[in-house]
């Protein structure tokens, strides 16, 4: 059980899901039975590996690097931020625009990517729009 709520932790934390994301069997199929352990009693599992935690560790602090401001992305913007911003975007599998690779200058290729990466976490319209803000920044680098 503890290796599947690790597991579950996983899969959430990459899709910037929480713990109530986590549904049992007879939620998914009525009538079919969950394991020996209740799903609250799991779902509390789930959230101590999302906080970092284990049945007993340290909780381990987030690596995320402070947002810099919407500011610091657009056109004719150039520094490191941008950098940083494509390069998570190609570790993450979001970098299919890019003809030669992300750098320190804004151009249509980070729009692109970082819009991909917004529609893939549901997001639509004015909350897709290529151009990072403090929620795509924490959830492209968590």
């Not at 509390?44 to 919407?70: E, I, Q």
Request: glycine share 14%; proline share 8%; charged share 25%.
């Amino acid at each position: 059980m503890d290796a599947a709520a690790r597991w579950a932790a996983a899969l959430c934390r990459a899709h910037g899901w929480g713990e109530r994301s986590v549904i049992g069997h007879k939620e998914w199929q009525p009538g079919k039975p969950d394991p020996s352990i209740s799903m609250n009693d799991f779902r509390a599992r789930v959230a101590r590996y999302l906080k970092g935690g284990s049945s007993g560790g340290k909780p381990t602090p987030p690596n995320v690097p402070a947002f810099p401001g919407a500011a610091a992305f657009g056109n004719g913007k150039a520094n490191d931020s941008i950098l940083l911003l494509g390069q998570q975007l190609v570790r993450k599998g979001y970098g299919r625009h890019y003809k030669v690779g992300p750098s320190r200058d804004w151009g249509e290729a980070d729009r692109q990517n970082t819009e991909d990466f917004q529609r893939a976490q549901g997001w639509t319209g004015a909350d897709a729009d290529g151009h990072p803000g403090p929620e795509t920044w924490r959830r492209l680098f968590t």
